[in-house]
């Protein structure tokens, strides 16, 4: 059993740490899990890509060609990944970030403004954490509770204080309708 | 023999324990014989013989591992200052130093020798200048005078298409990290004798802790500037000293005070 | 020890200190600067010696003189930098001292790019440094590999007085994967015989790598050369998956030959009997394991990132025995496993010709820009 999840947007919206929190959570369950970003001088203020793998057996590839799951955050991303989504898998889509819906019949669609849902909160910077809410409940490839147990261990000392509205994001998101 | 006759008997002159008891391949008249005595000598006044290693270059010196009675390793082309560093960074309480050529410090291993002493890095170098490459046969250095002729400036040095000499005391002073930097010569007992003050200078520097040392020893290379020992001791006062003047360019304040 | 989730290149680095390392010294440079940074912080933390040098020249060199010294000692680069060590690292090998060095290669020739590669095999492999010497390279494919190849390349070093190299990709530098690290292992007390320490117990030694009589030197040959031998005898290392009915093997190093693992997976999903040989010591290279190998399987494909440089180990190991076909993607661009799988498939259901090179059907194969 092995699950392949790529998370694309700006550098800046959170795209490789929303990766790690799953890759910890994943550890948290003593599943197998390889993070691998896109790195370089397009991480300076460009697109930002990273790929979680997760499985029950050794991990062969981190490389991830048609992952069952991605989050795009914005149109490069969506662009990009639309057509890569494994067939019957999911494409949880920033809306906020788009200007078009996704064409893909034969996977599973989750539409979210997550901007306007973290600004709603308070914070833009749980836009991330409302989009990872929103692939959880589609793909539950790892707990909610563990992804809350690595937000708790891996914030910063001086976010810790952002722990119940990073859970409140998350909540939001996973309440997002789906479209199969 | 009596008491008397044995208070005449008075050792003025003998081999220093930091020198091998062995011949060394240096050519007639070179001075690399006379700055090894002068180094060894100070390793003995300060009694560090037992915790000094040495650094050996490419060039001439290459074995001087083979002279000095004190743990040695040889160093490649011009990265001595760098080997000196990683043993003075694992053993911190041992004397460090680098025998380094022209060639060899101020061409090819210009980067390590500026980095390091820009590091105040806590090493002593012996610069030997003799304005050529004397181990592969008399080219052109980076200190080889403007005019002067060398196996690879046929017609003297020309300072339009091979540029100017490089001044290392003068350059390493205006480091930082430089504690001691000084240029000194081998052509007379006078200046000879006030080498070796230097050199126990730039070794004191060192076993105080006060940052990187440099002398820079004006020397002859008979052999390869086809001159008589005594003709290039001659050359040495009246063509390089110009062009390199003896002083002292970096003398940390500190060092007022200090009495060896 | 619990696991943590470590980047590659971090957990080498924690790994080295853990296995008691005493002096650092590197250069930054894409993709393992992550690697020095660590160690910037935990050498001085430690009270370790730590130096960012002005180039690889000086950090080699640094490292040759620390090496001297008996201390466990190792530097980092990746390719453009490993170039320049090269100097060094011979002479290192000619004075015999030990050391380990961390190549987290990219792309390349020249410049290149900053993506993972192993364009540098057959020059860490195959080379090294100028003269007759071999360092041993160990090629992790994932953290928990690098971190226990890390910690077993001191003790190769010391045991051979050899240059061991830790041979990885740019990928597994900045890959994240859980990993266990050793405890922290006490620094070493006991000096070897052989290092110079300033003469304190009467004896003086002096290291260095010139032999100026050649029948000295050539003395120096054979015993590095016999020295290599026993390193041949006994640190041969490799993983194999799903070889038991194999009848046709994949092999590939480090982040191919992960790669290559899914692709192995998915053609057995599909009832191929085929199998993944990872070597781990590319040198010693697992010469014989391939060559029995090569008596019961029906045919071999080499993965690499590159244009099919240990290729040529695997080919002289199959010796003609059985057909070896290839396939490499180059200059930071990753094979994905369905291409491997595609190759799988073409090797099992068409003829490979016995005759002709393997490297000149993959560039036949690979697409014509211009």
Avoid at chain 2, 202 to 228: D, K
């Amino acid at each position: 059993m092995q699950t392949e999840i790529i998370i694309a947007g700006f550098g800046g919206q959170g795209v490789l740490f929303a990766g790690q929190l799953l890759a910890y959570a994943a550890m948290e369950e003593d599943k197998a899990v390889t993070w691998i970003p896109s790195y370089g001088p397009e991480m300076r203020g460009g697109t930002a890509n990273c790929a979680v793998v997760v499985a029950d057996e050794e991990i062969g590839s981190p490389f991830v060609k048609h992952p069952q799951a991605a989050i795009v955050m914005n149109l490069p991303s969506l662009d990009k990944y639309e057509a890569l989504v494994a067939p019957g898998g999911v494409l949880v889509v920033n809306t906020s970030m788009v200007d078009r819906p996704c064409q893909r019949p034969d996977i599973t669609v989750v539409e979210i403004p997550a901007n306007e849902i973290a600004e709603r909160l308070g914070d833009r910077r749980m836009t991330n954490m409302v989009l990872l809410g929103g692939l959880l409940a589609q793909l539950p490839v790892v707990s909610m509770e563990a992804v809350d147990k690595a937000l708790k261990e891996h914030l910063p000392e001086r976010h810790q204080k952002l722990l119940p509205l990073n859970r409140q994001a998350m909540q939001e998101g996973a309440s997002q309708p789906a479209r199969v | 023999m009596d008491t008397a006759q044995h208070e005449l008997e008075q050792v003025v002159y003998q081999r220093p324990e930091s020198l091998m008891e062995v011949d060394t391949h240096y050519c007639p008249g070179c001075t690399h014989g006379v700055a090894h005595r002068l180094v060894a000598e100070v390793l003995d006044e300060m009694q560090v013989r037992q915790r000094t290693i040495g650094v050996a270059s490419v060039g001439c010196s290459v074995f001087a591992y083979n002279y000095f009675n004190t743990d040695f390793v040889q160093a490649p082309h011009g990265r001595a200052p760098a080997m000196a560093t990683g043993i003075k960074r694992c053993l911190p309480d041992r004397i460090v130093f680098t025998y380094q050529g022209d060639g060899d410090m101020a061409s090819i291993g210009m980067g390590e020798v500026v980095a390091a002493a820009a590091r105040g890095e806590n090493i002593t170098v012996v610069f030997i200048n003799n304005a050529n490459y004397g181990m592969t046969g008399g080219q052109m250095a980076p200190t080889t005078l403007p005019g002067q002729k060398t196996t690879s400036s046929p017609n003297g040095r020309d300072v339009e298409t091979q540029g100017f000499p490089m001044q290392a005391a003068e350059l390493l002073a205006t480091l930082e990290g430089t504690s001691y930097s000084v240029r000194r010569s081998l052509h007379d007992p006078k200046n000879v004798r006030m080498a070796k003050k230097a050199l126990r200078t730039a070794f004191e520097v060192q076993a105080r802790g006060m940052g990187f040392s440099i002398v820079e020893l004006l020397s002859v290379c008979p052999t390869n500037w086809g001159m008589t020992p005594l003709q290039s001791l001659k050359w040495l006062e009246e063509a390089m000293i110009p062009f390199y003047p003896i002083g002292d360019y970096k003398v940390n304040p500190a060092l007022a005070g200090l009495r060896f | 020890m619990a696991k943590e989730m470590m980047k590659g290149n971090t957990a080498i680095a924690e790994a080295a200190i853990r296995a008691g390392l005493d002096a650092y010294f590197g250069y930054p440079i894409t993709p393992q600067t992550e690697l020095l940074e660590w160690m910037s912080v935990r050498m001085p933390e430690l009270g370790r010696a730590f130096v960012q040098a002005e180039s690889e020249l000086g950090a080699i060199n640094m490292v040759y003189g620390a090496a001297c010294t008996g201390k466990r000692v190792m530097t980092s680069s990746s390719s453009p930098g490993i170039s320049l060590m090269m100097e060094g690292l011979s002479y290192i090998a000619g004075t015999e001292v030990p050391m380990v060095l961390v190549n987290v290669m990219r792309g390349g020739p020249g410049l290149g790019n900053i993506a993972p590669a192993q364009a540098d095999y057959n020059q860490i492999v195959h080379g090294g440094g100028h003269g007759d010497m071999h360092p041993i390279v160990l090629a992790p494919a994932s953290v928990q590999e690098a971190i226990d190849l890390t910690v077993l390349a001191f003790d190769l070093a010391e045991k051979y007085r050899a240059i061991v190299v830790v041979l990885i990709d740019g990928s597994l530098g900045q890959m994240m994967e859980p990993g266990e690290l050793p405890p922290m292992a006490p620094l070493k007390t006991a000096i070897p015989d052989w290092a110079v320490r300033g003469g304190d117990d009467g004896k003086r030694r002096t290291l260095s790598s010139i032999y100026l009589n050649p029948p000295d030197e050539e003395v120096t040959n054979l015993r590095l050369e016999r020295r290599w031998q026993e390193v041949q005898a006994n640190e041969v290392r490799y993983k194999e998956y799903y070889l038991e009915d194999a009848r046709y093997v994949v092999t590939g190093f480090g982040s191919a030959g992960r790669i290559a693992l899914s692709a192995v997976r998915a053609a057995r999903a599909e009832g191929i009997p085929v199998g993944l040989l990872r070597p781990i010591s590319l040198n010693p290279f697992p010469r014989q394991v391939i060559a029995d190998l090569s008596e019961r399987v029906e045919g071999f494909l080499v993965t690499e990132m590159n244009a099919g440089q240990m290729l040529d180990d695997v080919m002289a190991a199959v010796a003609g025995r059985k057909p070896v076909e290839f396939y490499g993607r180059m200059g930071g661009v990753v094979p994905f496993p369905d291409e491997i799988l595609g190759e799988i498939k073409r090797m099992v259901n068409g003829q490979v010709p016995m005759s002709g090179h393997p490297r000149d059907r993959w560039l036949e194969r690979m697409p014509r820009a211009n």
